[in-house]
């Protein structure tokens, strides 16, 4: 059987393109023309032997065979990166002070941390891990490198936004339309303690149709909330990163409860131009949210 060697940069133009949703960004970001690109795409179907892409409206979307191969090209290219800043980058020293929401301490410490340090086991990375009000105040003092935060606290000089993920309502996982809650009663809410950017947004959106509602178990941590609405108190709103076995989102339509907006999730840099160390653990942060 003929073995295939798939172009690690035919590869990239895929999963970026397929992340920015327009392969004509993607050839922006990584310093293409458009058509090279395309040519890409082309060598890359070659490769693989079918058809990745199919037309889709304006745009183009996925085959069974392409989900498939997006998959292998994400964890390719993360494998490929991460020996590129091993080998590259050898003997990389300093120390990076990281500040994550908490909705990202389970999933980014262990995944993005880990990797960083082994790839760079001489630098030295200092996390913690608080709401947005806190992070920010934390930016603004000059006691963080870098912070991870939902949008809507305050700006930073230096701050870019790295996605924008859709807020759901999230119950306990037995929630089901017919019978989660009785309609007589006010929706039971349970969220952080104020001030808060989605108990806010939720609050609104309820007044705005016309919901009744209540302040059902409040709190400062994000273990209490999951854990508050895993035992039945009520619903939150949250994007679903970290989302515990015991919870589900719940369709706003199916549950009638009101849509909800999207949220713009923010990476801080304290300095306009960090140090290679910063900038290597921003690079790697970016791209595992992404994906």
Same mark, same amino acid.
């Given at each position: 059987?003929?073995?295939?060697?798939?172009?690690?940069?035919?590869?990239?133009?895929?999963?970026?393109?397929?992340?920015?949703?327009?392969?004509?960004?993607?050839?922006?970001?990584?310093?293409?023309?458009?058509?090279?690109?395309s040519a890409?795409?082309?060598?890359?179907?070659?490769?693989?032997?079918?058809?990745?892409?199919?037309?889709?409206?304006?745009?183009?979307?996925?085959?069974?065979?392409?989900? +498939?191969?997006?998959?292998?090209?994400?964890?390719?290219?993360?494998?490929?990166?991460?020996?590129?800043?091993?080998?590259?980058?050898?003997?990389?020293?300093?120390? &990076? $002070?990281?500040?994550?929401?908490?909705?990202?301490?389970?999933?980014?410490?262990?995944?993005?941390?880990?990797?960083?340090?082994?790839?760079?086991?001489?630098?030295?990375?200092?996390?913690? &891990?608080?709401?947005?009000?806190?992070?920010?105040?934390d930016m603004?003092?000059?006691?963080?490198?870098?912070?991870?935060?939902?949008?809507?606290?305050?700006?930073?000089?230096?701050?870019?936004?790295?996605? $924008?993920?859709?807020?759901?309502?999230?119950?306990?996982?037995?929630?089901?339309?017919?019978?989660?809650?009785?309609?007589?009663?006010?929706?039971?809410? &349970?969220?952080?303690?104020?001030?808060?950017?989605?108990?806010?947004?939720?609050?609104?959106? =309820?007044?705005?149709?016309g919901i009744?509602?209540?302040?059902?178990?409040?709190?400062?941590? =994000?273990?209490?909330?999951?854990?508050? +609405?895993?035992?039945?108190?009520?619903?939150? &709103?949250?994007?679903?990163?970290?989302?515990?076995?015991?919870?589900?989102? =719940?369709?706003?339509?199916?549950?009638?409860?009101?849509?909800?907006?999207?949220?713009?999730?923010?990476?801080?840099?304290?300095?306009?131009?960090?140090?290679?160390?910063?900038?290597?653990?921003?690079?790697?942060?970016?791209?595992? +949210?992404?994906?």
């Amino acid at each position: 059987m003929r073995r295939v060697n798939f172009d690690l940069d035919a590869l990239r133009s895929f999963a970026v393109g397929m992340e920015l949703g327009s392969f004509a960004k993607a050839a922006d970001r990584l310093g293409r023309s458009t058509s090279a690109v395309s040519a890409q795409l082309k060598k890359l179907e070659d490769q693989a032997g079918i058809a990745l892409l199919r037309r889709s409206g304006r745009g183009m979307a996925l085959t069974d065979a392409g989900e +498939v191969m997006l998959g292998y090209a994400r964890r390719m290219l993360e494998l490929n990166d991460e020996a590129a800043m091993a080998v590259g980058v050898a003997g990389l020293e300093g120390s &990076v $002070r990281l500040g994550l929401q908490e909705d990202f301490g389970e999933h980014l410490l262990p995944a993005v941390l880990g990797r960083f340090a082994r790839s760079h086991p001489g630098v030295r990375i200092e996390a913690k &891990v608080a709401r947005n009000a806190e992070l920010v105040s934390d930016m603004m003092g000059g006691r963080l490198d870098l912070a991870l935060t939902w949008q809507g606290a305050q700006d930073t000089p230096h701050m870019e936004e790295v996605g $924008r993920y859709q807020l759901q309502w999230i119950g306990p996982a037995d929630a089901r339309p017919e019978s989660w809650r009785d309609q007589s009663m006010p929706l039971p809410l &349970v969220a952080f303690d104020a001030p808060c950017l989605m108990r806010t947004i939720a609050t609104e959106a =309820l007044d705005r149709a016309g919901i009744p509602w209540r302040l059902a178990f409040t709190s400062h941590s =994000l273990g209490a909330v999951w854990a508050a +609405v895993a035992a039945g108190l009520g619903v939150t &709103v949250r994007t679903g990163f970290g989302l515990r076995n015991n919870l589900r989102t =719940l369709p706003a339509a199916e549950y009638g409860l009101p849509a909800l907006p999207k949220v713009g999730l923010v990476l801080h840099r304290l300095e306009a131009e960090p140090d290679e160390t910063c900038a290597l653990l921003a690079a790697d942060i970016r791209e595992s +949210v992404s994906a």
